[in-house]
């Protein structure tokens, strides 16, 4: 807390003053150093528009230490000239004294005094005048008392070179009346506190104002991911369109569900190596519906159903082959034909799960990534609607551009049919990744910042909730 | 699916016209393909390489457009151009017929009974009276090679083999010899070699050396002689040099060897309809449809589907519409084939929406349903979600946490392309560890948390691929001090949220343990109902130091699904 005596001080001079007080004049007539002054204007400033400060900086001339002591005892010269007596003075002695140096030299040449190199025991100095003028001095006085304006800049400069003077810079206020300013300031409280409450204290405080530029204090507390916190919009959304979720707990599957059951032929490139993760242990699913298994080679093979198939040797020992799923689609064939087992109700499906590519890394690409995916099945199902139950979907999303996001059709009927639905009933699907809309909607660029152990978790802190219609 | 790269002035003067950007970019999309870039040679080398390189490069500009996968017919500018063509009403669908050569006999390939051991189906044609430009003899050239690479899956199913006819005289003969036996001149090679010495000249040649493991390991090789003994072919290596055509080629002999025959005859129908109003193939198909009774009228469908290069007309019984199916078509095998072309045709976008009618109730999947209450209240207990990888190195689940590989139940991935994914992880923890590595300049303590699956071997029954997923809850504390009771704290809290109470027997309790991944005496084994769910502890400084870690850590980790 500030000087309350240099306070007071400072806001009696202001109500005094017509226009306002520097703090550099109001130091100097209240004898204080200038810092107090300063801690008085910033104190006042804190507690509101009682007075408004305005920082100045001005040069100003100040005497160096030797100075000072010029100003108290005389020049170097005047006092060589002074401890000079009638008779003389031996060079040797004057210059044991601190000043004798430099006061014998100056005072050579102002001519003060005089050298006799002829006398016996060395040179003998003797006055040349009767008396002298200690201009120096005066003239540091004359600084020293706030009236350096008499002095010519070039008297400033060489006493500079003499190192009897120095500039310097000021920082001062110039301060004027506040919009409330008064002469009597009441201490200001920092907060409410439960004595002030009880008492009723409150009523009579006044509080020190708060500053609402600063930030508040970051909480200590849990934070959901991002992705999968569009991942429970997603849910959200399918449940809201009447969609049961399917389980799609088991990442490792067999080829023949994953590819085979859908009428994906043994040589399409996505079962190649370089786009799937075989398993080498366990390796191979040997439990298969028999009777299915057989529908389904023989719909690659030679064709059925309507259809000509791809006329290829299907090969039970490529259907064994287990691999990390590709695609939930896996999971809604198994979902389908467990359906085709019953008797057929209709009914809409979803799931949002994790799905397998050995695919080259890159920026939007990773080996593992999320797939939404939204199966509908029902007597006599059109492209109308298929058309009508993804713009229900995107337009509950708030994507606008969906098409670039994701696939959707109507499943073949050499891959429904096998399995045993009836021949009226249709399935409609679509899939999507549930990283790129994420991606889209958070402007990610590198789909490593939104996914996996090197992504910042200060992303995970700062992540807004997820309102996907807005 | 593939894309194609054509010239866009090219395709422009065969179109009859120009299209601005957006306006090619609608058609496409109309026609059910997809504009996916606009670049140059140049754009594309300097992209690819760097700026230096690309110096001298053509900036002709490229249109590379996604064609679907089974479309043989749109891999090139003539098969384009004729699909657009016939789409916008321009041109009238082509009708492909088989001639016989003016005058003599039809060439014959003869196939023998040896080469059933290596490559047992060939087919072949001739396209005759032909006249190559720089830019045809290019597409006819780039379609082989698309053709090589998509359905021929990279020469292994099928391999093409083009010849300049009258430079060699049938009947020719498909065989197959030891490579000891089999002596030629290689196209672009100046003297003869043994094919025994060509698969060692190839082992070096970055185009070649892809192709070699088909026939490779084989007893005897495929070879095609002419009637005079010289060889066409080793396919699906090389061809000969004596054959080879050029931009003054007139007759083109075009054989095409396979493993698979349905997809020789669809490669080699694509080569000659593509290339050809001449076509040797007399493959027609007739199909029959009737219009569903959602559709358009029957006479609609009919013109949309001639639109789409299907030649249709009405049958006069009922509402049926006979289709002819087109060499170009190999993809139509079923009459929704059929039907999507005349969808395309009618416009996605010009369908009215519509919406199922069936009433269904939608049911959690209850595992999820649990997961998902669970993740909400264990983030509103002070932990930070994180998402990890399911896949991790062997390392990263055995070593690392001092244990053995074999017995961690680890499902093993046969060809991973890099260390990261050699297995499926067996427990969350390593996750976590790697995301407090990757974050260390955070500010402490670090409280992260992650609801998900691992996978774990399973020979059960009922367990049908041999392994399982397992649903684990795992939490980490990272501190200067191990903040054991921090995760006892959130366990207990776990508990509370799943309504299970403190008590021995009925209830859960937790007990001393011993586990590599803890410090001696500072491990906990939790159990429910008296069986065993998870462990807590301080982690052991080996495996914190394994995962370049610096400060005291206690985790949590448990199975979830005893709870539902």
Same mark, same amino acid.
């Given at each position: 807390?500030?000087?309350?005596?240099?306070?007071?001080?400072?806001?009696?001079?202001?109500?005094?003053?017509?226009?306002?007080?520097?703090?550099?004049?109001l130091s100097s007539s209240l004898g204080v150093e200038h810092q107090v002054v300063v801690g008085a204007v910033k104190s006042l400033q804190s507690v509101g528009e009682v007075i408004s400060a305005e920082q100045r900086s001005s040069k100003h001339w100040q005497l160096t230490e030797e100075g000072v002591e010029i100003s108290e005892l005389g020049s170097h010269e005047a006092r060589v000239f002074e401890c000079i007596p009638v008779e003389g003075l031996l060079q040797s002695e004057l210059m044991k004294l601190p000043f004798g140096k430099i006061g014998f030299t100056k005072a050579m040449s102002n001519k003060w005094i005089r050298v006799d190199k002829t006398s016996e025991g060395g040179p003998l100095i003797f006055r040349s005048v009767q008396t002298i003028v200690d201009q120096v001095r005066e003239k540091l006085l004359n600084v020293l008392n706030g009236k350096d304006a008499e002095l010519e800049e070039k008297e400033k400069s060489e006493l500079k070179k003499r190192r009897l003077l120095s500039e310097v810079t000021v920082k001062s206020y110039w301060i004027t009346k506040g919009s409330s300013f008064s002469t009597t300031i009441t201490k200001q409280e920092t907060e409410l506190t439960p004595e002030m409450i009880v008492s009723g204290n409150w009523k009579d405080n006044k509080f020190k104002p708060y500053n609402f530029e600063a930030m508040g204090v970051p909480l200590d507390c849990g934070h959901l991911h991002p992705l999968m916190?569009?991942?429970?919009?997603?849910?959200?959304?399918?449940?809201?369109?009447?969609?049961?979720?399917?389980? #799609?707990?088991?990442?490792? %599957?067999?080829?023949?569900?994953?590819?085979d059951s859908l009428f994906q032929p043994q040589q399409h490139p996505a079962r190649d190596q370089h786009d799937t993760f075989f398993l080498s242990d366990p390796a191979l699913t040997l439990d298969f519906p028999q009777d299915y298994l057989q529908r389904v080679k023989k719909v690659h093979t030679e064709g059925g159903f309507g259809s000509q198939g791809y006329k290829y040797e299907w090969k039970v020992e490529e259907a064994q082959k287990n691999i990390l799923r590709t695609h939930t689609t896996a999971v809604s064939a198994r979902m389908l034909y467990k359906l085709a087992q019953q008797k057929f109700t209709p009914v809409k499906y979803f799931s949002i799960d994790r799905v397998f590519r050995n695919e080259t890394l890159d920026a939007t690409h990773l080996a593992e990534f999320h797939q939404i995916e939204g199966v509908v099945a029902d007597y006599d199902l059109t492209l109308g609607d298929l058309m009508g139950v993804l713009?229900?979907?995107? #337009?509950?999303?708030?994507? %606008?551009?969906?098409?670039?996001?994701?696939?959707?059709?109507?499943?073949r009927p050499e891959m429904l049919l096998p399995m045993g639905l009836p021949e009226d009933v249709s399935v409609i699907a679509w899939g999507l990744s549930l990283e790129r809309p994420t991606m889209i909607k958070y402007g990610i660029n590198n789909i490593r910042e939104l996914v996996g152990h090197k992504v910042n978790l200060q992303m995970v802190y700062d992540g807004p909730i997820c309102r996907l219609d807005t | 699916m593939p894309t194609v790269g054509v010239k866009r002035d090219l395709l422009f003067k065969a179109l009859g016209r120009s299209y601005t950007d957006e306006e090619f970019d609608e058609l496409c999309f109309q026609?059910?393909?997809?504009?996916?870039?606009?670049?140059?040679?140049?754009?594309?080398?300097?992209?690819?390489?760097?700026?230096?390189?690309?110096?001298?490069?053509?900036?002709?500009?490229?249109?590379?457009?996604?064609?679907?996968?089974n479309r043989y017919d749109l891999l090139c500018l003539e098969g384009l151009v004729r699909g657009l063509q016939v789409f916008k009403n321009k041109l009238e669908a082509p009708r492909y017929v088989r001639v016989s050569p003016v005058s003599g006999q039809p060439q014959k390939l003869i196939i023998t009974k040896e080469t059933a051991a290596v490559r047992p189906y060939a087919v072949a044609a001739v396209l005759r009276d032909i006249t190559f430009t720089q830019e045809r003899y290019d597409s006819f050239i780039e379609l082989q090679e698309?053709?090589?690479?998509?359905?021929?899956?990279?020469?292994?199913?099928?391999?093409?083999?083009?010849?300049?006819?009258?430079?060699?005289?049938?009947?020719?003969?498909?065989?197959?010899k030891p490579p000891s036996e089999i002596c030629f001149q290689p196209l672009n090679q100046t003297k003869e070699f043994t094919a025994t010495e060509l698969m060692s000249l190839y082992r070096t040649d970055s185009h070649l050396k892809h192709y070699l493991h088909i026939i490779e390991d084989k007893p005897v090789y495929p070879v095609i002689?002419?009637?005079?003994?010289?060889?066409?072919?080793?396919?699906?290596?090389?061809?000969?040099?004596?054959?080879?055509?050029?931009?003054?080629?007139?007759?083109?002999?075009?054989?095409?060897?396979?493993?698979?025959?349905?997809k020789a005859k669809v490669v080699l129908d694509t080569l000659v309809t593509m290339f050809s109003q001449y076509s040797s193939q007399p493959n027609l198909k007739h199909v029959f449809i009737s219009s569903s009774p959602h559709s358009e009228s029957t006479e609609t469908v009919a013109q949309l589907l001639t639109r789409m290069c299907l030649l249709s007309k009405l049958t006069g019984v009922g509402d049926q519409i006979e289709v002819e199916i087109p060499p170009t078509r190999s993809d139509i095998i079923h009459a929704c084939d059929i039907v999507e072309d005349a969808a395309i045709a009618y416009g996605f976008n010009n369908i009215t929406r519509t919406t199922p009618r069936s009433y269904t109730v939608a049911t959690q999947f209850p595992l999820n349903k649990l997961t998902e209450l669970l993740r909400q209240d264990v983030a509103a207990a002070g932990f930070t979600e994180v998402l990890t990888f399911a896949l991790c190195s062997k390392e990263d689940v055995g070593d690392k946490l001092g244990k053995k590989i074999s017995e961690t139940g680890a499902a093993h991935i046969s060809n991973p392309k890099t260390a990261e994914f050699q297995v499926a992880r067996t427990t969350l923890l390593p996750g976590l560890l790697k995301t407090i590595a990757a974050n260390k300049k955070m500010p402490l303590p670090l409280k992260l948390f992650e609801i998900s699956d691992v996978v774990l071997k399973d020979k059960s029954k009922g367990v049908y691929v041999g392994a399982r997923n397992s649903r684990r809850f795992c939490a980490v504390y990272y501190n200067k001090s191990p903040g054991f009771e921090v995760i006892h704290g959130l366990m207990d809290r776990t508990m509370q949220l799943l309504g299970v109470k403190p008590l021995r027997g009925e209830g859960y309790h937790i007990q001393a343990a011993e586990d590599s991944i803890f410090f001696p005496g500072r491990c906990a084994e939790i159990f429910v109902d008296g069986k065993s769910v998870g462990r807590l502890g301080v982690l052991h400084p080996n495996v914190v130091t394994r995962f370049e870690l610096t400060m005291p850590c206690s985790a949590l980790e448990m199975d979830i699904e005893p709870f539902l």
């Open positions: 807390m500030a000087d309350t005596g240099v306070v007071e001080a400072l806001l009696l001079g202001l109500e005094k003053a017509e226009d306002g007080v520097d703090s550099l004049e916190k569009v991942r429970t919009q997603f849910r959200q959304i399918f449940l809201e369109m009447g969609f049961t979720e399917m389980p #799609t707990n088991n990442f490792i %599957e067999s080829s023949f569900w994953n590819f713009h229900q979907f995107f #337009t509950k999303l708030g994507l %606008e551009k969906w098409v670039e996001v994701g696939n959707s059709g109507v499943f | 026609f059910g393909l997809e504009l996916d870039e606009i670049t140059s040679e140049k754009e594309l080398i300097s992209k690819e390489q760097n700026d230096s390189k690309a110096a001298g490069a053509s900036d002709v500009i490229l249109y590379k457009i996604d064609v679907p996968a698309k053709l090589h690479q998509n359905i021929c899956r990279k020469r292994s199913i099928v391999a093409i083999g083009t010849h300049d006819l009258d430079t060699t005289s049938g009947p020719f003969t498909y065989t197959a002689y002419d009637s005079n003994g010289i060889v066409l072919s080793m396919p699906p290596i090389i061809n000969g040099d004596h054959t080879k055509i050029s931009l003054k080629t007139k007759n083109v002999f075009i054989e095409c060897t396979a493993t698979d025959l349905t």
